[in-house]
Each structure stands twice: as C-alpha cells, then as structure tokens.
C-alpha cells in the first residue's frame, strides 16, 4: 500500500483548509497508509481524523515562517525517508513556502494544494511569492477552480500538465434537506468573520432590505477577529430584531432547511464550501460575482443570483427580488442541484486517486 501525507500548517485551528484537509485524509485512508502532518500547532486537532491515518506535529506553535522553514525542512525530509513517503499533498500558502524547498532534498513527490485564488491577491507581492515557489518547487499544482488554473498557467508561465484543477466536494451522505422550505421568511450566510468574507457589506446590504421587509430575518454563523465591528454595525443600524449574529454551530449543515436562501458577501474566495452545502440543501443563493468560486457553482438567475462584487445596494436589491417572489425562489430551489454531480465526492475522490498515482 503506498504511503502519502497530506501537509497543513495547522491542524489546530477551524478553517476550511483544515476542515477539506480532514475530509481528503479521512477518505484517502481507504485507498493508502496515510500519514497527516501539522506544521504547528500541538496535538488537540480540530477535526475528527480516522484512526488509520498516523497524525505528527512537529513545532508547538506558530513561528515566523523563514524559522519554521529552517526547524522544519531537516525534519520533515528525515520523517519521509523514514516513513517512505511517496507522494506529499501540501495545503495551502504558509505550508507550500515552508515545505517546498524540499523538492531538493528528497524523492517524495510534492503536490501544492491553493485554496485561495491567484488573483485574487495578485497586488500582495508577498503572497504572490509564495505562491510562485511553491509552484516552480512542487511536481504538481492543484487549484480549486478552472480559473485559478488557467491563471496559475498565464501568471507563472507553468505547463498545462502540471497544473490541476480539483474542486472541493461535499458529501451527500451528510445530513441534508430534501424539501425546500419555501415558506421561510430566514436568509442565512455562514463564514469565518474575517475581512474578506464581507459580513460588514452583508449588514450594509440588508439596511436597503430591512425597512421593506420587517418580517424577514437575516442569521449570520460563524466567529472571528471581525464579528465586534460586524455587532456594531448591526447595532449602529437598529437591526438588532432582524439581523442574529448566532456563533459558531456545530449542526450548521443541518440548519438550512430552515432557510428561503443563502447569501455569499466575500471579497474573495476559493471554493466556498458554503455554497455547496447551500446547494445541496436546494437553496437559491445570492452572491457577489467575485473573480473566482461562486460562477463556477451558482448558474446566474437560474439557481441564483449573482450581483457585482462589493457593490452593496445590488446586494440588497437581489435578496429583496427573492423575498418579493416566490415563484423565483422555488424554481431556483429546483435548479439548485443541476450540476452537483461535478462536486460529488466520489468525482472528486477519483480525481485525486488519479494524481496521486500519476505523481508516484
């Protein structure tokens, strides 16, 4: 059985790398002897990982990132030889930086996972650079849209044979809704409160909703470093009655059903897994039109609605076109699971079989 690891910075913390991570490896146990490796970040993992998969840390925290390298680099070479590790799924930027160098030292083959998008950050020099190493240094790269694909090719000028696309999946297995709720007068949005997932624009968007529609609620999930200034802002607009900041949930998958629809204010994204998820639970989705994630999922006023990015009164403009008809959202609900199939978990488990045999 051939030996491979999957790569994350850190294992200890809630993401959407970490939690795409955990699946990968969960399921990859089926098929390999996998090993998970976190850079930092001690031993109390945030995901629930299979009991095959063997789990190593090598640092307790958090380092400047040129230190990691340094500490890292000897010890992970030593840990593939040892181990024989024959192909190492990177995730994500930090990750590809710190453990790229690699490719000089061992015969493991290295695969560089982006969860971001190219573009996204190109004026980010910094980042851009990372990413332009990990790339030249891996054997292969793997992008989560046909987009950042073509853009990883143009930008750094790599072979179409090296660069992959393989989207996140989501499990229909999970607990899902079958039956659209169409009576619901509840929006949800569900992301990490960072500043690039917008939420203090979804509260700027739901001022122009608020007034015409007060029997209509917005839920927001999730916790971080933004939610003080998005509770203010909720506060300063008098929306404490419609507008619920709930928290982190750990049945979120569970609560769509509850919905009329799923609204997405990123400033940039990847794959959301939050649009997949909405999806699979038959909702209309609204969102902006940002340079990569969402066109790939949502097919415009057919399962949703897709608006200029950052561009707020169209925000609101399109969640009051659902709420004003119902005939909109129902038939969005039944076009919802159109093209579901290309983010199956079986599609997209065949795809990275696929690679990693063509890696060794």
């Not at 790939?296 to 608006?307: A, N, P, T, W, Y």
């Not at 290309?342 to 696929?354: A, H």
Request: hydrophobic letters at 40%; aromatic letters at 8%; glycine letters at 6%.
């Amino acid at each position: 059985m051939k030996r491979i690891c999957l790569i994350d910075f850190n294992m200890c913390i809630r993401g959407g790398v970490e939690q795409v991570t955990a699946a990968l490896v969960n399921e990859l146990c089926k098929v390999y002897d996998v090993h998970l490796i976190s850079l930092c970040g001690g031993d109390k993992l945030s995901y629930r990982i299979d009991k095959r998969a063997t789990v190593h840390t090598f640092l307790p925290q958090e380092l400047r990132l040129r230190e990691m390298q340094r500490k890292i680099v000897p010890q992970l070479k030593k840990y593939f030889v040892q181990n024989n590790i024959s192909v190492a799924i990177i995730q994500g930027n930090y990750a590809g930086f710190i453990v790229s160098p690699l490719r000089f030292f061992t015969k493991t083959k290295l695969v560089f996972c982006d969860h971001g998008a190219l573009m996204n950050q190109w004026n980010q020099k910094d980042i851009v650079f990372i990413r332009w190493i990990s790339s030249l240094l891996c054997h292969k790269v793997v992008t989560l849209t046909e987009q950042s694909k073509k853009d990883y090719i143009k930008k750094f000028h790599l072979s179409k044979k090296k660069v992959k696309c393989i989207y996140n999946w989501i499990d229909l297995e999970a607990p899902h809704s079958t039956v659209y709720n169409s009576e619901s007068k509840r929006i949800i949005s569900a992301g990490r409160f960072g500043k690039e997932k917008g939420f203090d624009l979804l509260v700027k968007a739901f001022t122009f909703v608020a007034p015409k529609h007060p029997n209509w609620s917005l839920d927001i999930f999730g916790d971080g470093e933004m939610m003080p200034v998005v509770k203010e802002m909720v506060q300063e607009n008098g929306l404490e009655n419609q507008v619920n900041l709930m928290g982190m949930k750990s049945d979120l998958a569970e609560r769509y059903g509850d919905y009329a629809f799923y609204v997405l204010p990123s400033h940039r994204e990847g794959m959301p897994l939050v649009l997949l998820e909405a999806k699979a639970n038959k909702l209309p989705i609204v969102s902006f039109d940002i340079m990569t994630g969402p066109r790939e999922i949502i097919q415009d006023k057919v399962s949703g609605l897709l608006v200029p990015p950052e561009d707020v009164k169209k925000l609101g403009e399109a969640m009051c076109q659902l709420i004003e008809n119902i005939e909109l959202r129902v038939s969005m609900s039944e076009h919802s699971q159109d093209n579901l199939n290309e983010f199956s978990k079986d599609e997209i488990l065949k795809k990275w079989t696929t690679l990693i045999e063509e890696s060794v």
